[in-house]
């Protein structure tokens, strides 16, 4: 499975950006499918995870702002991140875990401006 992660870029605080990852086949809903991100200098951590469209699991520090949700027809999962902070700044990494294997897409870097 290989994941094309989209929609990175410079953003000031306070404002939204859209991720989306896809996926290059067909995944079923009950797959996990879900971003990390991992900033300079520190480990990559989770930022939000979905199964089966409607298992959400988010980091406590984008709890609230961000939201995760699905296309199943378009094999695609996307991050919707609003109230962005500079904190927020990293590099997100798309991840699915497909019948026990993980898979990772190959980042985009979100900068969030103060």
């Known amino acids: 499975v290989q994941l094309q992660a989209f929609g990175g870029g410079l953003v000031q605080a306070g404002g939204s950006l859209r991720l989306s990852c896809t996926a290059s086949?067909?995944?079923?809903?009950?797959?996990?499918m879900g971003w990390y991100r991992q900033a300079p200098g520190k480990e990559r951590d989770l930022v939000a995870t979905?199964?089966?469209?409607?298992?959400?699991n988010y980091g406590d520090s984008v709890t609230g702002r961000f939201t995760i949700f699905r296309d199943n027809a378009k094999n695609t999962v996307y991050l919707q991140m609003n109230s962005l902070k500079p904190e927020d700044t990293a590099v997100y990494y798309c991840?699915?875990?497909?019948?026990?294997?993980?898979?990772w897409g190959q980042g985009t870097l979100v900068t969030v401006s103060s």
């Open positions: 979905l199964r089966s469209g409607r298992d959400a």
């Open positions: 086949r067909t995944i079923h809903s009950s797959v996990v």
């Open positions: 991840y699915a875990k497909v019948e026990g294997a993980a898979y």
